[in-house]
């Protein structure tokens, strides 16, 4: 499976987060506000495959694999207690 490389990767979510910050209106930003949003975007994202790899992990000693119900226990965690957990 390909991987892309982790500067790659910075830089397709700091074209995102652009992307989406056009998108609801701004029109101009300096490189930090990106850096932070593009910050926080990666902090969210890892704190909520860490949670998706333990509700797997449950999942399976639990003996209930399906990968559906997982991700539902996962999206219906609300934004705050992604970005609070730890």
Do not use: W
């Not at 992990?57 to 957990?85: K, M, W, Y």
């Amino acid at each position: 499976m390909p991987q892309i490389e982790g500067s790659t990767a910075k830089k397709l979510v700091s074209k995102s987060v652009a992307a989406l910050l056009a998108h609801a209106g701004f029109d101009a930003t300096s490189r930090s506000v990106l850096s932070t949003f593009s910050d926080s975007l990666e902090n969210y994202m890892k704190k909520m495959v860490d949670m998706l790899r333990i509700a797997v992990d449950q999942g399976a000693n639990s003996g209930a694999t399906g990968f559906p119900v997982r991700i539902h226990f996962i999206l219906n965690f609300n934004a705050e207690n992604i970005l609070c957990t730890t």
